[in-house]
């Protein structure tokens, strides 16, 4: 096996940026999820909805919330303030984030594999697996320790003002969000990380077996 070279953490890192990116953009739009907790939640009796027009609210916010949508939000049949709909351009713009940060890291990781491939050098796959694993573990962690103080944290970090504090009065939407269902969405999001860097780790042993033993005396052979 080669070396550890520094360029390695570098590779790592931007890798965890595209893992982290897949992770959130598959979440954001695995919609099935938010429909199981709908009945898992109870969340008809708590937002006094029927589940076919939590539905058509949700699936407006979540149209609205793509990079790929023009015009305003406009919910189906609920009322939205000034702060309300203010809170939800700030998501927008942060998942819109998330879109640019996953196309630009996965253009440049493509690029990486296949120079990589040409190389024979996969040692990468095992550093980047490690690296994009320590975050989603620290922060699995802290989730089941207190998800209430992370949510809290998680909010005041991404948003500097307090318009994503909802009064159900004037942002009835609040009543079909409850905590619980963002639970669920950042345990998603790290399962997703987990198995891309699970995936990283197969890849690199199958790599390495697969090499060591039909081209062990190939010149400039590197795992």
Known sequence: MKRFKFTDIFIGILFTLLFISVAVIITINFRPLYYMDINYLNIE?????EKAEIIKNYDA????????????????SL?????????FAEVKNIFTGFYLVGALTLILGVAIIIRKARNRDFYYLLVSAITAIVLPVLLGIYIAVDFDRAFLLFHQLCFKNDYWIFDPVTDPVILMLPEAFFMHCAILIISIVLLLCTAFVGIFFWKKSHFSIKNRKSRGLRL
Do not use: R, W
């Open 79 to 87: 009322e939205a303030s000034v702060s309300g709909l203010q809170h």
């Open 45 to 49: 009796a708590s937002s006094g909805m």
């Open 61 to 76: 916010l979540i149209d609205y919330c793509s990079p790929f949508f023009t015009g305003n939000l406009s919910f189906p």
